[in-house]
T-cell receptor
Framework: DQQVKQNSPSLSVQEGRISILNCDYTNSMFDYFLWYKKYPAEGPTFLISISSIKDKNEDGRFTVFLNKSAKHLSLHIVPSQPGDSAVYFCAAKNSGGSNYKLTFGKGTLLTVNP | DAGVTQSPTHLIKTRGQQVTLRCSPISGHKSVSWYQQVLGQGPQFIFQYYEKEERGRGNFPDRFSARQFPNYSSELNVNALLLGDSALYLC????????????????FGDGTRLSIL
């Protein structure tokens, strides 16, 4: 049972344009969400997070939006740069649980073309 | 500052063997988690340790075990290796207290690539 879903395996955008990566979740107990970026042969790098008490969080070129009623979040990258080309993972956590387990989606491969 | 370090980076084993993977967390981080990532999937939670105690376990068989040392480093052990254990094993550390409601991101190492022949 996939509790965190990234339905787009890949996304291609032009340099300078906006990249929008989407993530859906089914577990209503999730209340903390994170985005990670992963280059080949490296571990995931933390990008940005959002708590369920907010609907938007911004950090430089990266903005995460959370729609709790739709159980949907998205990551916006503006403007996109070729160095942003990587696999992006959405992850979620239940803060009311007994541990710090993160549940990940399968990832979306973003390619930013020069 | 050094990030999460894992060793070895690559490992080749045969079925039935045992393997130990090592992880050193970011300085000051007391919580360590282990994840398994197979090709085409996101990381899957295996274990979480805090202050040398197991605080969580994912849906993995008893062949998987781990421990955390007084310096907060950690080892993941896998016995009786199967072909399906071939994966990237990731260690993550976080600046967390006892309360899991504290929302701090987990920071990952580059992983150990384990191949089973």
């Amino acid at each position: 049972d996939q509790q965190v879903k990234q339905n787009s395996p890949s996304l291609s955008v032009q340099e300078g344009r906006i990249s929008i990566l989407n993530c859906d979740y089914t577990n209503s107990m999730f209340d903390y969400f994170l985005w990670y970026k992963k280059y080949p042969a490296e571990g995931p790098t933390f990008l940005i997070s959002i708590s369920s008490i907010k609907d938007k969080n911004e950090d430089g070129r990266f903005t995460v939006f959370l729609n709790k009623s739709a159980k949907h979040l998205s990551l916006h990258i503006v403007p996109s740069q070729p160095g942003d080309s990587a696999v992006y993972f959405c992850a979620a956590k239940n803060s009311g649980g007994s541990n710090y387990k993160l549940t990940f989606g399968k990832g979306t491969l973003l390619t930013v073309n020069p | 500052d050094a990030g999460v370090t894992q060793s070895p980076t690559h490992l080749i084993k045969t079925r039935g063997q045992q393997v130990t993977l090592r992880c050193s967390p970011i300085s000051g981080h007391k919580s360590v988690s282990w994840y398994q990532q197979v090709l085409g999937q996101g990381p899957q939670f295996i274990f979480q340790y805090y202050e040398k105690e197991e605080r969580g376990r994912g849906n993995f068989p008893d062949r998987f075990s781990a421990r955390q040392f007084p310096n907060y480093s950690s080892e993941l052990n896998v016995n009786a290796l199967l072909l399906g254990d071939s994966a990237l094993y990731l260690c993550a550390s976080s600046l967390l207290g006892v309360n899991p409601t504290s929302n701090q991101p987990q920071h990952f190492g580059d992983g150990t690539r384990l191949s089973i022949l």
